[in-house]
């Protein structure tokens, strides 16, 4: 198992974002998150979605080089979406704990009435189930 020892490389592109939303013009001319930010959440938007179908095929043909590249990408395009909307990694790593403590484990919510949580379904919130 690979082992990453150092600051929190999440927190620091959040950071470098955040400044770099703050203050564009001292952004390197080649800054790809500086263009990035310039041509709005729609781009950053796909340029996430983009990455996960890269994230996906690179998985489905185990490809472990390939995938730990594009996830990186991937990655990178979610923070600073997020950066973009003011959501912190902390508050995703957040609402991963409160899922594993609610759960037992980090999962995707239940897609049915969760009567812990309070969520219901689309469906079920028309009365279909």
Not at 15 to 25: D, F, G, K, M
Not at 115 to 128: D, S, W, Y
Request: proline share 5%; aromatic share 4%.
């Amino acid at each position: 198992m690979v082992q990453y020892i150092g600051p929190d490389p999440l927190r620091s592109l959040y950071e470098a974002v955040q400044t770099l939303r703050r203050e564009p013009s001292a952004a390197p001319e080649a800054s790809r998150t500086a263009k990035l930010l310039a041509q709005g959440r729609a781009r950053m938007a796909r340029k996430v979605g983009e990455e996960a179908i890269e994230v996906a095929i690179e998985a489905m043909r185990g490809d472990r080089a390939a995938l730990v590249m594009e996830g990186a990408d991937l990655l990178y395009n979610l923070v600073v979406l997020l950066a973009d909307l003011d959501i912190a990694p902390d508050e995703l790593l957040a609402e991963l704990r409160r899922r594993e403590l609610a759960f037992g484990i980090a999962e995707k919510l239940p897609k049915s009435d969760d009567p812990i949580n309070g969520v219901a379904t689309a469906a079920a919130k028309r009365g279909k189930r």
